[in-house]
């Protein structure tokens, strides 16, 4: 069965700081996707990044980087000198290879302090 | 940029109406979801729809939802006879097929009172 842990319920960091959120997954499928979305106090949930199980290379995108290892099961989410707008909950979420449903982890809160 | 789009933004309604919400995906995609958010919790998946017929529903979507395609543009959900417990954030999403990143709506707020 899917399953993504997000272990971190809430963190809070000082402005600047770097921060990683942490994402576990489980599946038994050989290919699956994986994805972070960041859902801002407005509620709209913003796609940030979409990996397949193939690809294990690190992406970096500006301040946010994405680490995926398949041999723990895990696709963290850096943030480097983070910003108060940061500030929001991210879901890491899986899916299954042409099984587009997408299950969601139960979410990170990240506050960023000024 | 194209994006998918939900009205109303908030619903208020009693306990027992029935609600329509209602969503546009973006105009080339062919899979269209319902999602769904109680406030605080995690996003959970309700129903997928393709080529007009549902093509996955989890067990939360039970007799009381129905989905629907009504012309070329527009994918509603309705809920016959609304909860307390139905009230959540209600998320549309549309891809262009299951290899393509799920494009998200900004989400209809719906108040069961």
């Known amino acids: 069965a899917q399953k993504v842990t997000q272990a971190q319920t809430e963190i809070s960091v000082v402005e600047k700081e770097d921060v990683t959120l942490d994402c576990v997954y489980e599946?038994?499928?050989?290919?699956?996707?994986l994805f972070w979305y960041k859902q801002p106090p407005s509620g709209e949930l913003v796609f940030l990044i979409r990996r397949n199980s193939f690809d294990e290379q690190n992406e970096i995108s500006g301040r946010y980087s994405w680490n995926f290892q398949k041999s723990t099961s895990s696709f963290n989410f850096t943030i480097t000198a983070s910003q108060v707008v940061d500030s929001a909950v991210y879901f890491c979420a899986h899916s299954m290879n042409r099984d587009d449903k997408i299950i969601f982890g139960k979410g990170t809160r990240l506050h960023i302090l000024p | 940029e194209p994006e998918v789009t939900q009205t109303p933004s908030h619903q208020v309604t009693q306990m027992g109406q029935e609600v329509i919400l209602r969503c546009v995906p973006i105009s080339n995609h062919l899979y269209f979801y319902w999602y769904r958010q109680i406030l605080g919790q995690k996003v959970e998946f309700l129903v997928s729809?393709?080529?007009?017929?549902?093509?996955?529903k989890s067990e939360i979507f039970d007799d009381q939802f129905s989905v629907e395609r009504p012309d070329g543009s527009n994918f509603t959900l309705k809920i016959r006879s609304t909860k307390l417990e139905d009230s959540a954030m209600y998320f549309c999403?549309?891809?262009?097929?299951?290899?393509?990143?799920?494009?998200f709506g900004n989400g209809t707020r719906l108040t069961v009172t």
């Open positions: 599946t038994r499928d050989t290919t699956y996707y």
């Open positions: 999403a549309s891809t262009d097929g299951p290899d393509s990143p799920l494009h």
């Open positions: 729809f393709y080529n007009n017929e549902i093509s996955e």
